[in-house]
């Protein structure tokens, strides 16, 4: 098998710097018509018949010579059946690595808080857990159990008294590791289903699956669609587009390190994107030479060529000033400081779902085991939103208690402003309340 790489090079120098780098940025996840149609059709099926449509999509799709939905539900001893099945070595590494969530997510929890005013009205907020939370893992061999710790574990820190997964098992391939991870991570209830039809399940509820109150994991186009289409009726993590990295480097880490880096993500899949950026243009071509070099080496060269050669980028700029300035116009993924002293750029960063500070912390730690999620923010939307953690499992209500004359003073607020949007009820509501003028 042969590879080669033709990494794009770009300079933030160069007049059309800008107009390049939304092209290599560019990136839409829409469903095509077709796909559309075939969801929606899905959709309307496990509404109307349930467990049935369940079963007759898996055996369709999934190739699963399933007889009833019973063939497609695993109790909790299949999944402590799973943690003996895997290595002591496996085991292991779950098992730290949950606890490493779990601590670092714990630390997210939100409690709910009340004050009193002097007139005695009290003002509050009440933080309460979803009642229960589906989570969709992918299946078969492209299988991440490190996804399932990350969305489970967190439902479990915010209080989520149920949660339940789906996972395909294409050809009825059953991926231990995933179902250990199920095990480790608390998951309450687990169904061999895939693709729209799963989400739909979670969505809607059949005779056998729950209805869940929000739909968080990675899928393909199909999950991806299906999410669009459910949101409002539960809530929904995020759309998730294609993996990202961005390495800023002064051009002091060894490039051998910094291509294996780019590579981590661009092994994901052929629209992965991975890009340097540094002011040091002989450390861009010592990079491009430890790619050219090392990526014969990898097992899924294939799909890394097409990322690196489709979206990757090699970008030389002025100075680190001006490579904090790309970094925050890319809003990344994952952004990796791979600089001498990381800490004194962090508060000019704003715009990055996962920061990764140093040379020695590579992207992939955050992946499986460092604390933090790593279901993150893609496509430059860490210009608005946030890693998955605690508080997407938590929703919070206002408390208002006014004392009686809290009522009265507020009343007098809420008539003027009332009555400035013509809302007459809405006023007279409130001055019934105002002590000495009952009525009106």
Known sequence: MTVSTAIARLNAAD????????????????????????????IKAVRERGDAALVEFTQRFD?????????????????????????????????????RVR????????????YTEADGTVLGQKVTPL??????VPGGKASYPSSVLMNA???????????????????????????????IAGVDRVFTLGGAQAV?????????????????????????????????????????????????????TDPDWIAMDLFSQAEHDEDAQAILVSPDAEFLDRVAASIDKLLP???????????????????QVRDMQQAIEVANRIAPEHLELSVADPQAWLPQIRHAGAIFMGRHTSEALGDYCAGPNHVLPTSGTARFSSPLGVYDFQKRSSIIFCSEQGASELGHTASVLA???????HARSAEYRILNEKGN
Not at 75 to 83: I, M, Y
Not at 131 to 136: F, I, Q, S
Not at 301 to 310: L, P, R, T
């Open 419 to 425: 009555r400035g949007e013509s809302l007459t009820a």
């Open 297 to 315: 080496t990898m097992e899924r060269a294939e799909i890394i060529e097409k990322s690196i050669n489709g979206r990757g980028a090699l970008i």
């Open 131 to 136: 009642d229960r939370a589906g989570l969709y």
């Open 200 to 252: 739909a399940a979670l969505a809607y509820g059949t005779e056998s699956v729950p209805q869940v109150d929000k739909i968080v994991g990675p899928g393909n186009i199909y999950v991806a669609t299906a999410k669009r289409h459910v949101f409002g009726q539960v809530g929904i993590d995020m759309i998730a587009g294609p993996s990202e990295i961005l390495v800023v480097c002064d051009g002091q």
């Open 103 to 114: 601590i670092y997510h714990e630390r997210q929890k939100q409690d709910s808080w009340q």
């Open 15 to 42: 007049q059309d710097f800008a107009r390049h780098l939304d092209h290599l940025l560019s990136w839409e996840s829409v469903s095509d018509d077709a796909v559309n149609q075939r969801v929606l059709d899905i």
């Open 153 to 183: 574990i967190p439902a479990k820190v915010a209080g989520v008294a149920e949660v339940v997964m789906v996972v395909p098992t294409p050809r009825g391939e059953v991926n231990e590791l995933v179902l250990a991870a199920a095990c």
């Open 63 to 99: 190739g699963v010579d399933a007889k009833g939905i019973d063939d497609l539900i695993l109790d909790r001893a299949r999944l402590e059946l799973a943690l003996t099945r895997i290595t002591p070595v496996q085991r292991e590494a779950l098992e730290k690595a949950a606890n």
